[in-house]
């Protein structure tokens, strides 16, 4: 087995290194700002692209105990690995679906009357404890304020559901100074208040860093713990997680006036050198970085010119010593040098799709503590 890592190894064309005691020390990092509320984990779409089967457990071993997948077939992968912790799904009760959350024992966050009425319908015995969510100002799911109201004129319409908690989600969180956030603060609680001794969960990882009075009982940090900047504009209080390497396959001279890529995009303005790299956007390096991107060979700073393609970078590597950018030398795609946050920026996007358009061809390896 180890030869035949070392085979798969040899024969990549990018190395994907994700750091699990750093996605630890994230989690710590949160806990220790949450001071009294629990720190819950988001762990959907396979835990950020980062691979649930490995940052679920890490997650464990740091001290979280309640993860939360968007999916039921996301929730059934963390039981594999964690059997004995709550798995909340975040989309609701997936009609059809009852029977494998009992099967499972999983968590459905309840977003509507109607899937309140049909989880009590199963079986008490056999279901685990639910969540509700209230919308309180994202208008994508949780209860409309009109069930909410007969919520609370009926609260007979939860009896023999064991209820974890309440729920809901902030839409501008990253944003400190959003009007918006303070609304929905003041929606959640006085929508709580009619539950008294409820718990009560509504900060994702920018919630966290809006003070403590967004933290209630229950914070759901998602991207921040995969280093994910939750502070968009200040400095990043987390901890890098993944670091991407890529192989340069081949090295070339062109003549001023020659053109690199697909539809000709860059022109040589003077003699240049151009290293073409083992990684394009299928591997989900986006395209939108072609000829604004950048990345790191050893200490130097290297832009990419053309059009990025479905599996191939080109750079610039001009003036670089030539013992540095050669083929099979490695470079620096994602790292602590170009960040997540640095990527999303330019490619006009959010450090969230970064993480999860990361491609299935890499070699991962997992460093842990
Ligand atoms: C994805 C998600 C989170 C985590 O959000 P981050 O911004 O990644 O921390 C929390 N709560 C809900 C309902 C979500 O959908």
């Given at each position: 087995m180890p030869t035949e890592r070392a085979a798969a190894h040899a024969r990549a064309g990018a190395y994907l290194e994700v750091d699990l005691s750093a996605v630890q020390e994230n989690y710590r990092r949160l806990s220790g700002r949450l001071g009294r509320a629990e720190c819950a984990a988001v762990v959907k779409a396979d835990a950020y692209g980062?691979?649930?089967?490995?940052?679920?457990?890490?997650?464990?071993?740091?001290?979280?105990?309640?993860?939360?997948?968007?999916?039921?077939?996301?929730?059934?992968?963390?039981?594999?690995?964690?059997?004995?912790?709550?798995?909340?799904?975040?989309?609701?009760?997936?009609?059809?679906?009852?029977?494998?959350?009992?099967?499972?024992?999983?968590?459905p966050v309840l977003n509507s009357l109607g899937e309140i009425a049909a989880w009590r319908a199963l079986p008490p015995?056999?279901?685990?404890?639910?969540?509700?969510?209230?919308?309180?100002?994202?208008?994508?799911?949780?209860?409309?304020?009109?069930?909410?109201?007969?919520?609370?004129?009926?609260?007979?319409?939860?009896?023999?559901?064991?209820?974890g908690f309440l729920m809901s989600h902030l839409a501008c969180a990253e944003e400190q100074e959003h009007p918006l956030n303070s609304r929905q603060r003041q929606a959640f609680?006085?929508?709580c208040r009619r539950f008294p001794r409820m718990r009560r969960s509504f900060a994702n990882s920018s919630g966290i860093f809006l003070g403590s009075e967004y933290h209630f009982d229950i914070a759901r940090p998602g991207v921040a713990l995969?280093?994910?900047?939750?502070t968009p504009g200040c400095e990043n209080p987390m901890a890098s997680c993944v670091r991407l390497r890529s192989r340069i396959l081949q090295v070339r001279d062109i003549a001023r006036g020659e053109s690199v890529g697909y539809?000709?995009?860059f022109t040589a303005t003077q003699p240049t050198r151009i290293a073409t790299v083992a990684t394009g956007y299928a591997d989900g390096y986006s395209r939108y970085l072609s000829n604004i991107g950048r990345l790191w060979l050893a200490d130097y700073c290297v832009p990419i010119v053309g059009r990025i393609s479905m599996d191939l970078i080109t750079l610039d590597v001009s003036g670089l010593p030539a013992d540095i950018s050669m083929p099979g030398a490695l470079?620096?795609?994602?790292?602590?040098?170009?960040?997540?946050?640095?990527?999303?920026?330019?490619?006009?996007?959010?450090?969230?799709?970064?993480?999860?358009?990361?491609?299935?061809?890499?070699?991962?390896?997992?460093?842990?503590?």
């Open positions: 980062l691979g649930v089967a490995k940052v679920a457990p890490a997650l464990w071993a740091a001290g979280a105990r309640r993860f939360f997948v968007a999916l039921p077939d996301e929730a059934i992968a963390v039981r594999k690995v964690l059997p004995t912790a709550q798995v909340f799904v975040l989309g609701g009760l997936f009609g059809g679906a009852e029977r494998d959350y009992l099967a499972h024992g999983i968590c015995a056999e279901r685990p404890p639910a969540a509700i969510q209230f919308d309180s100002g994202l208008s994508r799911l949780g209860l409309p304020a009109d069930e909410a109201a007969r919520l609370i004129d009926d609260p007979s319409l939860l009896e023999g559901i064991e209820l609680s006085d929508f995969y280093g994910g900047n939750p539809g000709a995009t470079v620096d795609l994602i790292g602590e040098r170009e960040t997540i946050d640095d990527i999303a920026e330019k490619a006009g996007t959010i450090p969230y799709e970064v993480l999860t358009s990361l491609g299935g061809r890499f070699h991962r390896t997992y460093k842990e503590a």
